[in-house]
């Protein structure tokens, strides 16, 4: 006896939702080795460890609001922020090297949960400050442009996140395991993140958002920077301004272009000065022009130069840690158009850029 239609329809109807049910059962399963396979092989190129120090401070070139008391010859008033990590260490492989300029394809972005925005770079703009007022750090900036060239120029474009993170072109090799791994991300935020299903996997060309993670690809510059950084903190305890970096400048008494060996750090005259790292007093007393100076002697054939001081506290030989107590106070004296810290660096005598330091 024939089955009425209705009971026909609902058989069918079941019998087609069970087939349905086996096909998507074997395709997950398919997908789930095929991203599973062999994580390690892709997560080699990949290596970069951080390692807090939480004394360690940001470089000079951040922005902060400037202290408004002033501290006790004995008391210590380095105070370093969280906008960068303080020290990274990279594992030693070219892979980890992004081409200068080297950029990301938005129009591959999988994240619809975030909008990336472009800042044209203005003059007197450095990235800390871009960072800073985007409520970002500068890894996050890098995490957006591997490629970024470690001095700004001006009208250079840069992407910027709306939150802390890194994006990540997805290469053949790689998988959600070994993406997540590398990143120190799970697999469900970095699939939540981008929207990675069953369904919707991800493919080679896809552009990842990885929510909270440290950029592994940066230029060699950017690599040499970080494992350098955190030698010397800020000698003026707070994280401010720089009216004139290290290298070729106008020089504001003649005109003419010469060369700075140091930075001069914007200060009030009479603001405490600190030792940027512990060390040796080996020189106080009037130089040239850099009028009241104190050298001090570190590890390594480093030495730290503190010029055109109003007020020395220190004697030669004595021995100084890092911003404990007062070394001097901001001055005016020496070559000079106005009160200033003149911050300077030497490696075996010879001048260095104190921004790769601090």
Same mark, same amino acid.
């Given at each position: 006896?024939?089955?009425?239609?209705?009971?026909?329809?609902?058989?069918?109807?079941?019998?087609?939702?069970?087939?349905?049910?086996?096909?998507?059962? +074997?395709?997950?399963?398919?997908?789930?080795?095929?991203?599973?396979?062999?994580?390690?092989?892709?997560?080699?190129?990949?290596?970069?460890?951080?390692?807090? !120090?939480?004394? +360690?401070?940001?470089?000079?070139?951040?922005?902060?609001?400037?202290?408004?008391?002033?501290?006790?010859?004995?008391?210590? +008033?380095?105070?370093?922020?969280? /906008?960068?990590?303080?020290?990274?260490?990279?594992?030693?492989?070219?892979?980890?090297?992004?081409?200068?300029? @080297?950029?990301?394809?938005?129009?591959?972005?999988?994240?619809?949960?975030?909008?990336?925005?472009?800042?044209?770079?203005?003059?007197?703009?450095?990235?800390? @400050?871009?960072?800073?007022?985007?409520?970002?750090?500068?890894?996050?900036? /890098?995490?957006?442009?591997?490629?970024?060239?470690?001095?700004?120029?001006?009208?250079?474009?840069?992407?910027?996140?709306?939150?802390?993170?890194?994006?990540?072109?997805?290469?053949?090799?790689?998988?959600?395991?070994?993406?997540? @791994?590398?990143?120190?991300?799970?697999?469900?935020?970095?699939?939540?993140?981008?929207?990675?299903?069953?369904?919707?996997?991800?493919?080679?060309?896809?552009?990842?958002?990885?929510?909270?993670?440290?950029?592994?690809?940066?230029?060699?510059?950017?690599?040499?920077?970080?494992?350098?950084?955190?030698?010397?903190?800020?000698?003026?305890?707070?994280?401010?301004?720089?009216?004139?970096?290290?290298?070729?400048?106008?020089?504001?008494?003649?005109?003419?272009?010469?060369?700075?060996?140091?930075?001069?750090?914007?200060?009030?005259?009479?603001?405490?000065?600190?030792?940027?790292?512990?060390?040796?007093?080996?020189?106080? #007393?009037?130089?040239?022009?850099?009028?009241?100076?104190?050298?001090?002697?570190?590890?390594? #054939?480093?030495?730290?130069?503190?010029?055109?001081?109003?007020?020395?506290? =220190?004697?030669?030989?004595?021995? =100084?840690?890092?911003?404990?107590?007062?070394?001097?106070? =901001?001055?005016?004296?020496?070559?000079?158009?106005?009160?200033?810290?003149?911050?300077?660096?030497?490696?075996?005598?010879?001048? @260095? !850029?104190?921004?790769?330091?601090?």
């Amino acid at each position: 006896m024939p089955l009425p239609l209705t009971r026909r329809v609902v058989l069918f109807i079941v019998l087609d939702a069970f087939i349905l049910l086996g096909v998507a059962g +074997v395709f997950a399963a398919v997908h789930r080795s095929i991203n599973t396979a062999n994580p390690a092989e892709a997560n080699a190129k990949l290596a970069l460890t951080a390692t807090p !120090d939480s004394a +360690v401070p940001q470089t000079a070139a951040t922005h902060a609001v400037e202290e408004k008391t002033t501290p006790s010859p004995s008391k210590t +008033v380095l105070t370093p922020s969280t /906008i960068i990590p303080n020290k990274l260490s990279t594992a030693p492989s070219a892979e980890l090297d992004a081409e200068p300029g @080297q950029t990301v394809d938005l129009t591959r972005l999988r994240c619809k949960k975030i909008k990336v925005l472009t800042h044209q770079i203005e003059m007197k703009e450095n990235y800390w @400050q871009i960072a800073k007022n985007n409520n970002i750090d500068i890894l996050t900036l /890098i995490g957006a442009n591997p490629g970024m060239p470690y001095k700004a120029r001006v009208k250079q474009t840069l992407y910027l996140l709306p939150q802390r993170g890194v994006l990540y072109s997805v290469t053949k090799e790689d998988s959600i395991a070994s993406i997540s @791994q590398a990143y120190g991300l799970t697999e469900k935020d970095l699939k939540d993140a981008n929207d990675i299903h069953w369904w919707h996997g991800m493919k080679p060309g896809d552009l990842l958002f990885l929510p909270g993670a440290r950029p592994l690809l940066m230029t060699k510059e950017w690599h040499d920077y970080f494992s350098r950084r955190g030698i010397f903190g800020d000698p003026l305890g707070r994280w401010g301004k720089i009216n004139s970096t290290f290298g070729k400048r106008v020089d504001p008494l003649t005109g003419d272009v010469r060369h700075h060996n140091g930075v001069d750090l914007k200060a009030k005259y009479g603001d405490p000065v600190y030792a940027a790292a512990s060390g040796k007093v080996t020189f106080t #007393g009037i130089s040239g022009g850099y009028g009241n100076l104190i050298v001090i002697s570190h590890a390594g #054939g480093l030495q730290t130069y503190y010029g055109h001081l109003s007020k020395i506290y =220190v004697k030669m030989g004595q021995h =100084v840690h890092r911003g404990v107590g007062m070394i001097g106070r =901001v001055g005016a004296t020496g070559r000079v158009t106005g009160p200033h810290l003149h911050f300077e660096v030497r490696k075996k005598g010879k001048a @260095q !850029d104190p921004l790769l330091y601090i």
